[in-house]
């Protein structure tokens, strides 16, 4: 082919194309073609120890009358719910607050993004200590008169404590996100608002909050993301316990495959996840993603 004689629309998309095929690649070789293995794992009987047996939709059929898939399901939908219902709106107001805050405004943002940086290992095991029965969560409590709490031996607390230390470890994280989307809101919006009479939490509702729409849908899909494929701290503090309490989905993923080797459910159970996946942040985009800017 002549380049040149091709035209100038047909010369930029060639080079958009060349520039963009590395990563078309990658993408290819190390996320498309997987999933695509994944899906025809998913329609076999595979243990490891033997050859995969082709039988069709059976594993789909299975995982709906699993008692402990659903369990897990319905635990992640909780800790999901929990974790960004947390995180996310915490993160808002403290960027909101230091946003305000100028001459500390670097230190406060570097030590909420701080735990961000730290090994996901690390936060668990660090977690696991302070959250013991004799540790330094339940000092503080019982220093306000509470009584400790069993966080890693109740069912009841257990849910609640992987939320805390999932929340902890992206705080900082979400606030940065917002920060930077404050950072690109014009004052002059604000204070025409404040102007014309309207007080400090309707310019928020009605100037900044909308202005920050694109912001807040993307960091409700990657929070979203990231707590459903979270299984770290419940794999390292809790083990999936007490009685499945904390056996979020992805865990339960990593048990069936390689504890007990049966790798086409587990195949299963990812291609369903990735389904949730994609028909919840499509539904986010369609119910968030109209916000335009002012």
Partial sequence: MDLLRLRYPQRIALAGLLFTLPAIIF????FFYPMVQAFFMSLTDWSLLRPPRFVGLANYAGLFSDA???RSVAVTALYVAGVCGGAIPGALIFAVLLRSAHRLHAFF???????????????????????QRLGLVNLILGGLGV???????????????MIIVTVWRFFGYFVVLFLSGLAGIPREYEEAAA????????VFVKVTLPLLGPVLLLTLVVGVINAVQMFVPQYVVTRGGPADSTRVLVLLIYETAFRYLRMGEAAAMSIVLLQLLVLFTIAQFRLFGRVEPL
């Fill in 195 to 202: 102007i014309d009479g309207a007080a400090p939490l309707q």
């Fill in 147 to 161: 009584e400790p709490l069993a966080w890693l031996a109740s069912s009841s607390w257990s849910q609640l404590a």
């Fill in 68 to 70: 402990v898939f659903r």
């Fill in 27 to 30: 993408f290819a070789i190390f």
């Fill in 109 to 131: 943002e570097a030590a909420y993004f701080l735990p961000t940086v730290v090994s996901l290992v690390v936060v668990s095991i660090l977690w696991k200590f302070l959250l």
